[in-house]
């Protein structure tokens, strides 16, 4: 008895111990609702057609659209459907009734209004931005916009002010609703360089080499795309002039042995690329003419696809095979201090997010014989070397490359054996086909 | 043979002690502290259920003007204007007193029968208060919809007409500070903080954003007492960068931001 007496307490000890999990569980939910993020509601009004000019209607269909879709793919906003909206057109802050746009079924907290006319040639447009929520001092945003009247400024102008709306809520870097993607099509016949605007809007063909052209590369101040091009001699880092709308001279890009990816630094100086040059496979700077070409790496096995941090221009990362899989490196501009990224399968397609701190690239986790993995896009960040898997289960997906936002990310994506182009928000949401027409591949995301 | 002297020792320790006290009084603490531990269960419980509807996931903001003219507005209001719901609870409790004033009438003429309905009343008034569910599951819902009007209208309805200079920057520029939250919100990684880290724990910075929405002076204000849950807040600011410049209608140069992390 006096045994059992003994043990009596550890029982009730460990029935205390037991028992607790159950108690503290309610924690666990209480967490949980405080991860909700809520985003803005925004509504966009259709614009107050003003003046009776002809063009007005066309116009103004072609702005409400492109401000409606550019908002709703900033990816920042819970964008009021136009079927909840009022039908109102408030043309002026004199004009808005911000209850109507608070109360449900739109219960928005922005509100985005103004109006739109046509004179002598000329598109007159005023924009405002206001927190329905505050009818003491409801003005977030007032704009007012006058260019040529054709359906090109109407969407440029709907582009310009959506990027107000998203440099104001989004809390900092700009919108990218003027940016443009630069990709290799190949629907002319041979592979040639061409551009669209960022929601796929425009496309058209820009080098007509007949050749295979890969890899375009837009300058940071948009005036010349790098891309390599097979010719009599191989593969070549060529130069395409967006101001002189031709070919210009890259004399460091053509020596023998195949010269690739080429990259820019984010000051327009200088060009990285890898070259066979030397016998495999290295990393070449260059500067952003094509002399003072100096070899930064040195090691056995293929070093190639360099990026330039973006932010510093002191660090490159590439893809290196010393370890036979390709994987992802970082190193110093000068070559040093080289520290490896991925640790296992086949990692390629580095892209440095404009700002600094994140790596998205292309990796196949488990990858070999009897290990059917899939290609997917991963955002690495560099200084935690935590990673984030972002597609998930849909084709094979390669070369991503950032927006200037750090927010989108355009990617290749290949099903069957069509590959087209795609963006979505870095963290895998709001994913978008862009291209449809013959196959689309290696897009490059302008620097502004 | 060190084992044996061990073993003789202790049973020489052990057998000669009346065990049967000492036991029983175990047993009674033990069975005390079991009940104390069911009792902070439920408690902690109770208590818990009443941070529900706080916070949204980065915490809440308290912004203040660089002159510091005026004295801040509390955060309170946010969490005390939770009144109105659109479904308001199911309040049949209407008819039932008046069943038990026709029970009490009747029962006039009989002598020992009228505590029995006072008790009801009681009983069910009690029912109705405690259930803390509805206030939770209204301020869940309110909260996510309306946290930016809700901490501007109360002020700007006290403060009258505004003005730029002298109003609080959070009633003129709400959608900033909510701005601030979201993007802090984004860049706070919760997966950065030790799970043995308290739930609840909260660690205070202060920073200043400048004109063109940079951030300087980040400094930890108060330490939540877990070094990772810090460090995981203030990487979060560092890695905004930048809320955006600030409204081109607020006339200060600067403004200084005090944000809480909570875990």
């Not at chain 1, 003072?292 to 293929?302: A, E, I, K, Q």
């Not at chain 1, 997010?353 to 488990?366: C, D, E, V």
């Not at chain 1, 991963?378 to 991503?400: C, K, R």
């Not at chain 2, 065990?19 to 269960?41: E, M, N, Q, R, S």
């Amino acid at each position: 008895m006096k045994r059992f007496l003994r043990f009596v307490p550890l029982f009730l000890v460990s029935l205390a111990t037991l028992s607790t999990p159950r108690l503290t569980a309610q924690d666990w939910v209480h967490t949980g609702t405080n991860l909700s993020n809520p985003t803005i509601r925004i509504a966009a009004a259709d614009f107050k057609p003003v003046g009776a000019d002809a063009q007005t209607g066309a116009l103004k269909a072609v702005f409400d659209a492109t401000l409606y879709s550019d908002l709703g793919n900033a990816g920042i906003f819970d964008l009021v459907s136009k079927s909840l909206a009022p039908q109102a057109m408030p043309g002026s802050p004199q004009e808005i009734v911000l209850s109507q746009w608070s109360a449900a079924p739109a219960s928005a907290s922005m509100v985005a209004f103004g109006a739109l006319s046509v004179s002598n040639g000329r598109l007159v447009v005023y924009g405002w931005l206001y927190d329905a929520s505050n009818t003491a001092s409801p003005q977030v945003l007032g704009k007012q916009y006058n260019e040529a009247a054709s359906e090109d400024m109407a969407r440029t102008v709907a582009h310009r002010f959506a990027d107000e709306i998203i440099a104001r809520l989004g809390g900092g870097p700009n919108g990218i609703a003027e940016t443009e993607i630069y990709f290799v099509s190949t629907r002319s016949g041979s592979k040639e360089i061409w551009a669209m605007d960022y929601d796929g809007q425009n496309q058209h063909q820009i080098t007509h080499l007949g050749s295979i052209s890969l890899s375009p590369r837009i300058s940071p101040d948009n005036s010349r795309i790098a891309f390599s091009t097979l010719g009599r001699n191989g593969w070549a880092i060529r130069m395409y002039s967006l101001d002189l709308g031709r070919m210009v001279s890259f004399p460091g890009g053509s020596a023998g042995g195949s010269n690739l990816s080429p990259a820019w630094s984010s000051d327009d100086s200088k060009v990285a690329f890898s070259s066979s040059r030397s016998g495999d496979s290295e990393i070449w700077v260059s500067d952003a003419s094509g002399g003072n070409l100096h070899r930064v790496t040195s090691l056995t096995g293929p070093n190639v696809a360099p990026v330039w941090n973006p932010r510093t221009n002191a660090q490159l990362s590439f893809v290196s095979g010393r370890t036979s899989e390709p994987q992802i490196y970082i190193m110093d501009q000068d070559g040093s201090n080289i520290q490896r990224m991925t640790d296992s399968g086949y990692a390629v397609s580095p892209s440095w997010s404009p700002s600094g701190g994140l790596l998205a690239f292309s990796w196949n986790r488990k990858y070999g014989p009897g290990d059917p993995g899939g290609q997917d896009i991963y955002v690495f960040e560099i200084a935690t070397m935590h990673w984030l898997q972002v597609t998930h289960e849909s084709g094979s997906n390669d070369f991503p490359s950032w927006a200037p936002d750090t927010r989108h990310i355009v990617f290749q994506r290949t099903i069957g054996h069509h590959t087209q182009i795609w963006t979505m928000i870095s963290d895998g949401t709001h994913q978008q086909q862009l291209t449809n027409a013959g196959d689309n591949s290696m897009p490059n995301w302008s620097w502004k | 043979m060190s084992g044996v002297i061990e073993s003789g020792h202790l049973e020489r320790e052990l057998t000669p002690e009346p065990i049967a006290g000492p036991a029983a009084g175990a047993l009674a603490l033990h069975g005390a502290l079991f009940a104390a531990l069911l009792l902070y269960g439920v408690l902690g419980g109770l208590f818990h259920h009443n941070l529900w509807g706080n916070q949204g996931s980065g915490g809440a903001m308290q912004v203040t003007l660089v002159s510091n003219a005026l004295p801040l507005p509390n955060n309170q209001p946010l969490n005390q204007n939770v009144l109105a719901t659109e479904k308001p609870s199911p309040a049949p409790a209407v008819p039932s007193p008046k069943e038990q004033r026709e029970m009490d009438l009747k029962a006039i003429p009989i002598l020992g029968k009228q505590t029995k309905p006072q008790q009801k009343t009681t009983q069910k008034t009690q029912m109705h208060q405690p259930p803390p569910m509805q206030d939770n599951l209204a301020r869940y819902g309110e909260q996510n919809g309306t946290s930016i009007p809700r901490a501007t209208q109360p002020q700007s309805a006290s403060n009258g007409p505004t003005v730029v200079g002298d109003n609080d920057f959070a009633s003129m520029f709400g959608w900033y500070v909510s701005q601030i939250n979201n993007k802090m919100a984004n860049s706070w990684y919760k997966q950065e903080v030790d799970p043995r880290t308290p739930r609840g724990a909260r660690v205070y910075l202060v920073f200043t954003i400048h004109r063109d929405g940079s951030i300087s002076n980040l400094q930890l204000d108060r330490s939540s007492g877990s070094p990772t849950l810090d460090l995981s807040c203030e990487r979060g600011v560092q890695r905004a960068e930048t809320f955006g410049s600030l409204p081109s209608a607020y006339n200060q140069n600067t403004l200084k931001v005090s944000y809480y992390c909570e875990y």
